[in-house]
């Protein structure tokens, strides 16, 4: 077992690392996608490239809560359940559905988002298998979710159902999760009947920003971390801010220099802000 304050360091490490990622994650541009190049060494099929690197955030969480938890029907569940829900449509349905046959992703960004993946869910899995539904001392005690829950970890947890942060944290995950999926619906649907190519997308929340599917992520687990208020549940929040902020600023630029039509009015991320 990993003492609680080891594993408290562990993440606001990882918190750290973030933040000194984010000014350099703001100038280089990720090199897949449209942004894809070839100078970033060896490349692999763009569809075998994202199952690899994104099945360890499933698998981890998967055995480390299994493994962990006590098995009581508790609100644990509904946490692991949305995690679970979000993972297996990246994985096993949202590749499948792309139209991107013949795209390559790099080697390289691909182990770094291996990375990324397996220690984001070493730390999430860790938290909700071992410690939020810890019945001991030592590694139970964590500073993650509040006494008050961990209390009747023997139950639904009636106290916490009720509680403004979760009823905010689960409805800003399912609200997101609803934008991104319709937001990545319409950019599929755009390249109905054609093999390649990007068009202006129109429909929904395109109208005012760039990029809602990432502005729905963003919105995910900024709630995930809300409703869970768990350190592990910040640390993805923060690392998904610094990943898709300048990802999404990188998509805004290449469609304005793309495209001389496009909308004069669309910010990239926040409507009317950013």
């Given at each position: 077992m990993i003492l609680k304050e080891h594993f408290n360091i562990l993440v606001f490490a990882w918190i750290g690392l973030a933040i000194v990622m984010f000014p350099l994650l703001l100038k280089v541009r990720a090199p897949y996608g449209r942004h894809a190049s070839t100078r970033w060494g060896p490349v692999i099929d763009n569809r075998m490239g994202w199952f690899i690197m994104e099945l360890p955030s499933l698998v981890l969480i998967t055995v480390l809560f299994l493994t962990g938890n006590k098995w009581d029907f508790n609100i644990l569940w509904v946490f692991f359940g949305l995690w679970?829900?979000?993972?297996?449509?990246?994985?096993?349905i949202f590749p499948f559905r792309t139209r991107t046959k013949g795209k390559k992703i790099p080697v390289l960004v691909v182990f770094l988002a291996l990375f990324f993946n397996l220690v984001n869910g070493f730390l999430n899995g860790y938290w909700l298998g071992y410690m939020a539904g810890s019945r001991g001392h030592g590694a139970g005690e964590s500073a993650g979710m509040d006494l008050q829950i961990r209390a009747t970890v023997g139950d639904y947890y009636t106290t916490w159902i009720t509680d403004p942060r979760f009823i905010i944290g689960i409805t800003l995950?399912?609200?997101g999760f609803i934008v991104n999926q319709v937001s990545d619906n319409h950019l599929i649907h755009l390249r109905n009947g054609k093999k390649s190519g990007y068009s202006i997308p129109s429909h929904t929340l395109f109208r005012y920003i760039s990029c809602p599917n990432f502005a729905g992520e963003l919105m995910e687990w900024t709630g995930f971390a809300i409703m869970t208020w768990s350190l592990p549940g910040l640390s993805f929040a923060v690392w998904t801010a610094v990943n898709l902020i300048p990802r999404a600023l990188h998509h805004h630029k290449w469609y304005r220099n793309t495209f001389p039509d496009y909308p004069g009015l669309r910010k990239a991320l926040i409507p009317h802000i950013l």
């Open positions: 679970f829900i979000h993972y297996f449509n990246r994985i096993f995950f399912i609200t």
